[in-house]
């Protein structure tokens, strides 16, 4: 075996040396880099669940001021509007729990928000009449809140007319060049009664679907024939 000269050896000892010394110091730098994305992580977290923690207690305020003045109202079109009002805010309330639940920070499990909503319009600890097929479970929370809000309306609307009592509701929620959002009950068509899109005789239902749909990109109709049949395509 050949012995390399002492020179060599000795800048080949010299350049192992500094080049352990760099990894030690990018070992250290990187350890440091990875300590404070881990501090900023949990730092969000906590921002996250605070934020969280206060949009659910000032939507519990807005409600419990709505109640307040529902229990001081007694025109029948006023207490119908509060109730509404007081209905709307609840189911922001329950996405926003969902949210605050779920293990994303921007996805909405739209599977148990949907079965919470039922269950809370229907006043019922189950929801053997709703059935669900959903693509996804996860939505995005820019698409789900939009969303439910708009399936908040139209469940409402079941309890109201549809057959039987808790109603029989079908959703479906499909990928088809974007989403395809549908909705079925047993109750009157709107051919038949054509009052289904207002409440106490104001359209207001109708014309806060459409905007809803509209803010998402969508495109909303109601199909003719027996039950309601709600039908919504965004585009992806």
């Not at 659910?56 to 001081?72: C, D, K, M, R, V």
């Not at 409440?199 to 806060?208: D, E, F, M, Q, Y």
């Amino acid at each position: 075996m050949t012995l390399l000269p002492p020179t060599y050896w000795h800048y080949w000892l010299l350049s192992g040396g500094v080049l352990a010394m760099i990894c030690l110091a990018l070992g250290y730098q990187l350890r440091q880099v990875r300590y404070q994305l881990g501090q900023q992580s949990a730092h969000l977290a906590i921002l996250q669940r605070e934020l969280s923690h206060r949009v659910n207690t000032n939507l519990a305020i807005t409600i419990g001021l709505l109640e307040l003045q529902l229990g001081q109202t007694h025109e029948p079109a006023a207490r119908w509007s509060l109730q509404q009002s007081i209905s709307r805010t609840r189911s922001v309330a329950l996405l926003q729990e969902r949210l605050y639940l779920g293990g994303q920070p921007t996805d909405i499990n739209l599977r148990q928000y949907v079965c919470s909503l039922y269950q809370s319009l229907t006043q019922q600890p189950v929801c053997p009449q709703l059935a669900l097929q959903l693509d996804t479970d996860e939505l995005n929370a820019d698409l789900a809140l939009p969303v439910g809000l708009i399936l908040h309306e139209l469940l409402t609307d079941a309890t109201h007319h549809a057959a039987p009592k808790p109603p029989a509701v079908t959703i479906s929620l499909k990928q088809q060049n974007g989403w395809l959002l549908e909705l079925l009950d047993q109750g009157p068509g709107l051919d038949t009664h054509p009052t289904r899109w207002s409440r106490a005789g104001v359209p207001l239902p109708k014309r806060l679907i459409e905007g809803l749909s509209q803010q998402i990109g969508g495109n909303c109709v109601m199909l003719p024939g027996q039950g309601l049949h709600f039908r919504l395509h965004i585009q992806q």
